[in-house]
């Protein structure tokens, strides 16, 4: 049967959290270095066992399916926004950060939701969500670019991105923009009790000029600023190399305002600890939790109940009924007169929202291939995070 043995699919992945060296030329095993990714590894290392049963089984099934009935290259903005707004517990927290990104101004708010649901749709960024990990790049997720293993002091996640890893000839662009649309995409349910705040670490040890790439920096700068407003909370810059002093001049103009005044550089481990506690902050880090990535693949059995579309057809129904619920109820809220207490539709409200939540959770596996977090166990089913 699919995946019955033990191969390389169900196994993790040794890695050193060091660079690998880009290879000369342009011929095929640097064509495949670029572009690979974590299905067509697994293909290629069943192919090479022959294990052509488990070949035959793809991580996740190929046939994805929009929400709410929409056509495969277009979204209503109805649907954009519930597919977006419903990874918090609650929608209103989703709403919320654009208000705060945009000083309170309601109409620059709400254009900045439209432009952010455009892009969603323009990205298709629930085909991200739901063929996950089996379209990323192979190379990245092996060797541990960036990945969330702790908390800071205010519970945020902590994401650390270990810059000596990365070399851009190593992988294309389109390669590295799937893979932090990926990232900060489910940073959104990692992020659950820290009303969708991370903070991410930069790793600067031992960079070298390969490992600069002001074009992925660009790329996270502006995801973060204009279509995950409010996610980060603060970005450490973990600095020990020479090198990168002389790139911040360079690097400092791109940077957001506001991103900007979020930013703290500290050269050693003493000066990370007023954000992250020592026994939270990895070994590798110079703390005392004994975290060390290694990259487990995905497998088909993991994803098998997106194959049942009956299933899924009633956890979407729920869904659908839910949200509708929820818009009911949010109108009678705000319809109610100034001077009534409320009380009632402020509590049916409440109710509603519980309702979808629970909704989301129940359909999330069959929309959403399990990933990384839920194969180390820091993501249950519940949605309930344990970094």
């Known amino acids: 049967m699919p995946g019955s043995r033990s191969s390389p699919s169900a196994t993790p992945a040794a890695n050193t959290g060091t660079s690998t060296p880009a290879p000369s030329g342009d011929g095929p095993e640097v064509a495949r270095l670029q572009s690979e990714t974590v299905q067509e590894y697994i293909n290629r290392s069943n192919a090479a066992g022959a294990d052509l049963d488990t070949l035959a089984a793809p991580l996740v099934p190929p046939n994805f399916k929009p929400l709410?009935?929409?056509?495969?290259?277009?979204?209503?903005?109805?649907?954009?926004?519930?597919?977006?707004?419903?990874?918090?517990?609650?929608?209103?927290?989703?709403?919320?950060?654009?208000?705060?990104?945009?000083?309170?101004?309601?109409?620059?708010?709400?254009?900045?939701?439209?432009?952010?649901?455009?892009?969603?749709?323009g990205q298709a960024i629930d085909e991200v969500a739901y063929f996950g990990e089996s379209k990323l790049h192979y190379h990245t997720m092996r060797t541990g670019l960036a990945f969330a293993c702790t908390t800071d002091r205010l519970g945020c996640p902590v994401y650390v991105v270990r810059v000596r890893v990365n070399v851009a000839n190593n992988r294309n662009i389109l390669a590295i923009k799937r893979f932090l649309c990926w990232q900060l995409e489910t940073s959104q349910l990692l992020a659950a009790n820290s009303d969708g705040r991370v903070t991410i670490l930069f790793d600067l040890s031992d960079v070298t000029r390969e490992n600069i790439d002001l074009g992925l920096v660009r790329m996270l700068i502006t995801l973060?600023?204009?279509?995950?407003?409010?996610?980060?909370?603060?970005?450490?810059?973990?600095?020990?190399?020479?090198?990168?002093?002389?790139?911040?001049?360079?690097?400092?103009?791109?940077?957001?305002?506001?991103?900007?005044?979020?930013?703290?550089?500290?050269?050693?481990?003493?000066?990370?600890?007023?954000?992250?506690?020592?026994?939270?902050?990895?070994?590798?880090?110079g703390g005392k939790k004994p975290f060390h990535y290694s990259y487990i693949h995905p497998t088909s059995e993991e994803n098998a109940c997106m194959a049942d579309a009956v299933a899924r057809q009633a956890a979407e129904c729920e869904y659908v009924a839910a949200t509708s619920d929820y818009e009911r109820a949010t109108r009678q809220w705000l319809a109610q007169p100034e001077d009534t207490n409320g009380a009632d539709l402020s509590s049916a409200r409440c109710a509603s929202r519980d309702r979808l939540h629970q909704a989301v959770v129940a359909l999330d596996p069959f929309v959403r291939s399990r990933t990384l977090h839920h194969r180390l166990g820091q993501l249950k089913p519940d949605y309930t995070v344990l970094l």
């Open 68 to 121: 709410f009935g929409q056509p495969d290259l277009s979204r209503s903005f109805s649907a954009a926004f519930w597919q977006a707004a419903t990874q918090m517990r609650d929608p209103d927290s989703w709403v919320l950060r654009f208000l705060r990104a945009r000083k309170w101004d309601v109409d620059q708010a709400f254009d900045m939701i439209r432009k952010t649901l455009a892009w969603r749709v």
């Open 224 to 285: 973060l600023s204009n279509y995950f407003p409010e996610t980060l909370g603060i970005m450490i810059l973990f600095v020990n190399s020479w090198f990168f002093w002389g790139l911040w001049t360079v690097i400092a103009p791109f940077i957001d305002p506001v991103v900007k005044s979020k930013i703290v550089m500290v050269r050693a481990t003493r000066e990370i600890t007023p954000y992250i506690d020592l026994d939270q902050l990895p070994s590798e880090l």
